[in-house]
């Protein structure tokens, strides 16, 4: 009993540890990315070249200072290429994810191109900003991929979950893009924070208030040098002219549902929204049964 009775208290203050402690750590675990600190040699970049004819592509970019990583899958015959796609992966993963993807893309004529977001895969850089400063990174992308008779218009994007940030901000960005789809995709940084606490830290996350979380985005915002309010989907959204297509789970977990619908509703009558029954956020994004990669064929061949 008393041993019980001990593994009850050190639980209790455990949690109150927690508590106290998930302010203070919740800036970093917003700003720091995968690579942050990490010094990535490009001589090693042919060491990490997918098989099935991929060009590797290095852009400096900013500020703040980054070099982005590149895959580039054209279709067998260059004249006959239908426009180009980029492909965003999500957080804390890397293009390689979606190689799979960029080989269907290319197959069905257009050039594909796989994009490490900064801070990500062979990407340098230490800081996240949930599509503010990556999709001023794409921007130079973009113009990199120009200047080497890369850049086939029109324009699409396909983005996971982070990635999908990514491609509603680029969109807003560029009117080069005319055809989006994001999968699993969350509506804000604010928004999504709180969700993510949720997830994943819950006792701690029910006593988090608004003014605190408001104070960790400031502080994860001063850090990686970006406005947190920027980071708002919803806003893009409604923003860009390109035909937007939404795809969420109706069970996930991580980026709840009403997030999609949020995007749609702002998005207004360019976007369309497709909700799938018992897929969460991993499964939906692993597309086991190849619904993705249907809706997106067909999305594209509508819009681009």
Request: proline share 5%; hydrophobic share 45%; aromatic share 6%.
């Amino acid at each position: 009993m008393h041993g019980l009775v001990a593994a009850a208290a050190v639980a209790i203050l455990l949690g109150a540890g927690a508590v106290i402690a998930l302010p203070c750590f919740l800036p970093s675990a917003i700003a720091r990315a995968p690579n942050a600190g990490r010094s990535i040699d490009p001589r090693q970049d042919d060491e990490f070249l997918p098989a099935g004819g991929f060009l590797h592509l290095r852009v400096p970019v900013g500020p703040p200072a980054a070099s982005i990583s590149c895959l580039v899958r054209s279709p067998s015959h260059d004249a006959a290429v239908r426009g180009t796609v980029l492909v965003f992966h999500g957080v804390r993963d890397d293009k390689l994810s979606h190689i799979g993807t960029a080989v269907y893309l290319s197959d069905l004529g257009y050039r594909a191109v796989l994009v490490d977001s900064r801070g990500h895969g062979r990407s340098t850089g230490d800081y996240l900003t949930y599509g503010v400063q990556e999709s001023r990174d794409m921007l130079q992308v973009l113009g990199h991929l120009e200047s080497k008779g890369l850049l086939q218009e029109p324009v699409g994007a396909v983005g996971f979950s982070y990635g999908g940030a990514v491609a509603l901000q680029l969109a807003a960005r560029d009117e080069r893009l005319k055809a989006v789809v994001a999968v699993a995709t969350f509506s804000s940084l604010r928004e999504v924070a709180k969700d993510y606490v949720m997830h994943y830290a819950p006792f701690p996350g029910l006593f988090l208030t608004g003014g605190q979380l408001d104070r960790a985005l400031k502080k994860a915002g001063e850090a990686a040098r970006f406005d947190p309010a920027e980071a708002d989907n919803m806003k893009a959204a409604s923003a860009m002219g390109a035909r937007l297509l939404i795809i969420h789970g109706q069970e996930d977990p991580k980026v709840p549902v009403s997030h999609a619908w949020r995007i749609h509703e702002a998005a207004g009558e360019k976007s369309e929204l497709i909700v799938v029954p018992g897929e969460g956020h991993d499964s939906l994004i692993a597309d086991r049964t190849g619904m993705i990669r249907k809706k997106v064929k067909a999305w594209f061949e509508r819009w681009l």
